[in-house]
């Protein structure tokens, strides 16, 4: 058996919980969120990966996560490896990441923008298998009609994350629909 690649990973507390960033040549290869560090390497084994802790190879990427969470930053700078996905998957999260910080837009409409305007549920899937949560931002993606819809990290993150980038909500619980973008 071939030996696994090397994956640097390390956190960051969130006021919402631990968030989790493992690396491998360059690129973020996993974002967690409220996941214990025991959990976290467990999945990185399962992708194929050896995790070492290395909290300086992760560190610019921690870095840009806790400019965001203060809200001097809207967007990232670094590499996400989206090349595990299908290529539906990976439509989906390039799609979702060019919606800019304070906007929201529909399942529906990442569906239309894809060229897959009837699979908005399967939209709905692929932003669940996001392997980079916050740094690819499907908590930017909404039921139409303005339901938050859900989001893996739980609803609260979601909430927290649209609040944090100015986007507001009616109810904390429901928002309009507002795309901005293409």
């Not at 040549?25 to 070492?52: C, I, M, N, W």
């Not at 569906?111 to 908005?120: D, F, L, N, Q």
């Not at 916050?134 to 339901?147: E, K, L």
Request: charged share 25%.
């Amino acid at each position: 058996m071939p030996d696994r690649p090397v994956v640097r990973y390390g956190s960051l507390n969130a006021p919402f919980g631990t968030i989790s960033v493992a690396v491998a040549d360059g690129k973020v290869v996993r974002v967690s969120l409220r996941q214990s560090e025991h959990k976290f390497t467990e999945a990185l084994l399962r992708d194929g990966y050896r995790p070492v802790r290395d909290d300086a190879a992760v560190a610019p990427v921690l870095t840009q996560i806790e400019e965001y969470l203060r809200g001097e930053r809207t967007t990232f700078d670094v590499d996400v490896d989206l090349s595990r996905l299908t290529p539906f998957n990976r439509a989906v999260l390039e799609e979702a990441r060019r919606i800019p910080a304070g906007s929201v837009a529909s399942y529906a409409e990442i569906a239309r923008r894809i060229g897959k305007p009837r699979a908005y549920r399967a939209v709905g899937n692929a932003l669940a298998s996001n392997p980079a949560p916050v740094v690819v931002p499907c908590h930017r993606v909404v039921s139409t009609g303005g339901r938050m819809g859900g989001y893996t990290g739980g609803l609260d993150i979601k909430l927290h994350l649209l609040a944090l980038e100015g986007f507001a909500t009616s109810t904390g619980k429901r928002a309009r629909v507002r795309s901005r973008g293409r």
